[in-house]
């Protein structure tokens, strides 16, 4: 059996993790298995990962060890929870995967997609999400979410411009792909979006007949 496999990606201040976590619960309440985890971590290897990072102490680190670093804990999650949960016929819904390597360092930090797309394909042996919720708001509105919650690592330390590219190039990933993403605007309140969400993972785990 093989499982279903949602990301949710998106800037800084989103409302990823409160939406992924409600997404999970709903599907939940329907009887599926589910298996919530989120990049970079995901596991505890990944976690140590995500620490090196996004501490202020990595202010440093050169943008292609940082790349270099966001796939490493990739490959460990996919080998220890994702393709082991998909295997058994879960759906895992992970807060961010490989389209928040080709936005922030692709579109952010300016590396060569060329390399960023082939270190992808040994990272990650083309597994893509079946489905990827990308959630949209405005930079000045999602930075200033996360100030209020006292949220500042290395990334979000960037100025407004790199988050516009982010944004910008989440938004270009989605064009390129239309069948696989779902834009959603998450200015609405929390329930709004999630009920959105909900309703967009019902109707492809549905299509897909699993
Ligand atoms: P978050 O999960 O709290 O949003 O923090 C993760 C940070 O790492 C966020 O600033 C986005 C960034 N990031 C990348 O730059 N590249 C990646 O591949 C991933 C997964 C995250």
């Known amino acids: 059996m093989k499982g279903v496999f949602i990301s949710i990606e998106g800037i800084e201040g989103t409302g990823k993790s409160t939406q992924a976590g409600l997404l999970a619960e709903h599907l939940q309440r329907q009887g599926l298995s589910v298996v919530r985890t989120l990049e970079p971590g995901g596991t505890p290897i990944g976690l140590r990962i995500r620490e090196l990072l996004l501490s202020l102490e990595s202010a440093g680190m050169d943008p292609l060890v940082e790349l270099l670093l966001y796939n490493a804990s990739r490959v460990q999650h996919i080998r220890e929870v994702i393709m082991p949960a998909l295997g058994r016929g879960a ?4 807060d961010r995967f490989s389209d928040s390597t080709a936005a922030y360092q692709g579109f952010g930090r300016g590396i060569d997609m060329k390399l960023i797309d082939s270190l992808d394909v040994i990272s990650t042996d083309r597994l893509r999400p079946d489905l990827t919720i990308l959630l949209d708001i405005d930079v000045e509105t999602g930075l200033m979410r996360n100030r209020h919650i006292n949220k500042q690592d290395r990334l979000e330390l960037e100025d407004v411009r ?4 982010v944004r910008k190039g989440f938004l270009s990933l989605a064009a390129g792909e239309p069948d ?3 834009i959603v605007a998450s ?4 329930e ?5 969400i909900a309703a967009l993972a019902d109707d492809f785990i549905q299509r897909s007949g699993r």
């Open 91 to 94: 759906v895992v819904i992970t």
């Open 162 to 165: 790199f988050h516009e590219l």
């Open 180 to 182: 696989r993403f779902r």
């Open 187 to 190: 200015s609405a309140g929390i």
């Open 192 to 196: 709004e979006v999630h009920r959105k």
